[in-house]
Every structure is written in structure tokens, then in C-alpha cells.
């Protein structure tokens, strides 16, 4: 069971447009989200992310917006750079019943790639 | 650079042996978490351990064990490996376990059994 996805496996931009990156989660119970860019050979680098009481985070060139009645999220970049290009991950976590915000639920990650 | 450091990089072992991967947090933080990532699986919660003590726990297999210590470096014992125990071992840290502390990883440890 799949609780956090990406649907798109892949994406190609060109530098200085836009970025938008989807996430779907199917646990009402998770409240709060995150985003992961990925470098080969290096583990996951922290982006932004959002808790379930906002509907939008800004940081710089990146934005989190959160629909909780779609259990959507998506992270734009704007404007997209070369150095930008990584796999992208969205992950999902809880508190509810005893667990942790540490235990995050990951999904399978979208490859952007963005042209000079 | 994060600041989690694991050790060692690359591992590669024979089915059936037992290998202990090892993990430094970042300056500060309390908490540390073991990550697995699988080609089939993707990035899959082991377990957290938060000042010395268990504080949750994922899928993590019975053959599988860690802990943290008291100056807050932790490790992770894998034994009786299998083939399907080849994976990238993430270890990451935060200051607390709230929603406001971000995880930050460290680059991985990849663990090939043959």
C-alpha cells in the first residue's frame, strides 16, 4: 500500500521557467510534509516543507503548496536551474498514535532534469 | 555536507554474515534515524532512536538491530544477511522528533551482498 505518490517518474524543463512537482497521499492522519532533492552518491537533502495547518510555504525559489481535501501537495520552482536538476522526493509524517514525525513515509521520487 | 556521517561507504559481504554500519549525527541533535532504500522498495523507515532510548519503529526484520549510544553516534547490526539485504543504508538526525525538525541524512552506506 502506497501511501505517498508520485506519479510522475519524470520531468523536463527548460532553465528559468517553472517547476512543478506532484505528490498525492492517501493517510488523512498524516500532518506534515516534506521535500527531499537528491544528488547521486549523496543522501537526501532537506528542501522545505509544510505543515497541515498552512496551505502554502515559501523559501526562496521554492514554494509547498498543501490541498488537504485533494491530499495533494506539489513543490514549484521558480525559476528553475540547471543545478536544480536531482531527484526530487516527497515524504509524509505523523504523529498521531504514538509514532513520530521522524518516521517519514516516502514516495518512489520524480527526475528533473532542467536544460540550459 | 550534512554533518551525518556514516561509515563505511561501500560494503560488500557473503550471505550469512553479520556487518555493523555506523552513524554520526549531526553536532546537537538527539535523534537518529535508519533509512533503507531498495530499488523495489525506495526509501524505507527502519527505525529512530532519540538520546539513547528506542522511539519508534518501522518494518524493520527481526535479524536486524541497533542502538544508540551515549555520546549519541548509533549503529546498525545486520546479520544472517541475505541477497535481498543489498540495499543503500541512510542515516539521518534532528534535533528533536517534532514536526519542526527536519531530517538531515547522511550519503549512505551501500551494503552488497553476494
Known amino acids: 500500500d502506497q501511501q505517498v505518490k508520485q506519479n510522475s517518474p519524470s520531468l523536463s524543463v527548460q532553465e528559468g521557467r517553472i517547476s512543478i512537482l506532484n505528490c498525492d497521499y492517501t493517510n488523512s492522519m498524516f500532518d506534515y510534509f516534506l521535500w527531499y532533492k537528491k544528488y547521486p552518491a549523496e543522501g537526501p537533502t532537506f528542501l522545505i516543507s509544510i505543515s497541515s495547518i498552512k496551505d502554502k510555504n515559501e523559501d526562496g525559489r521554492f514554494t509547498v503548496f498543501l490541498n488537504k481535501s485533494a491530499k495533494h501537495l506539489s513543490l514549484h520552482i521558480v525559476p528553475s536551474q540547471p543545478g536544480d536538476s536531482a531527484v526530487y522526493f516527497c515524504?509524509?509524517?505523523?504523529?498521531?498514535?504514538?509514532?513520530?514525525?521522524?518516521?517519514?513515509?516516502f514516495g518512489q521520487g520524480t527526475i528533473l532534469t532542467v536544460h540550459p | 555536507d550534512s554533518g551525518v556521517t556514516q561509515t563505511p561507504k561501500h560494503l560488500i559481504t557473503a550471505t550469512g554474515q553479520r556487518v555493523t554500519l555506523r552513524c554520526s549525527p549531526r553536532?546537537?541533535?538527539?535523534?537518529v534515524y535508519w533509512y533503507q532504500q531498495s530499488l523495489d522498495q525506495g526509501l524505507q523507515f527502519l527505525i529512530q532512536?532519540?538520546?539513547?532510548?528506542?522511539?519508534a519503529k518501522g518494518n524493520i526484520l527481526e535479524r536486524f538491530s541497533a542502538q544508540q549510544f551515549p555520546d549519541l553516534h548509533s549503529e546498525l547490526n545486520l546479520s544472517s544477511l541475505e541477497l535481498g539485504d543489498s540495499a543503500l543504508y541512510f542515516c539521518?538526525?534532528?534535533?528533536?522528533?517534532?514536526?519542526?525538525?527536519?531530517?538531515?541524512f547522511g550519503n549512505g552506506t551501500r551494503l552488497t551482498v553476494t
Open positions: 539521518a538526525s534532528s534535533r528533536g522528533t517534532g514536526g519542526n525538525s527536519p531530517l538531515h
Open positions: 515524504a509524509a509524517s505523523s504523529n498521531a498514535g504514538g509514532t513520530s514525525y521522524g518516521k517519514l513515509t
Open positions: 532512536y532519540y538520546n539513547g532510548e528506542e522511539r
Open positions: 553536532s546537537g541533535d538527539l535523534s
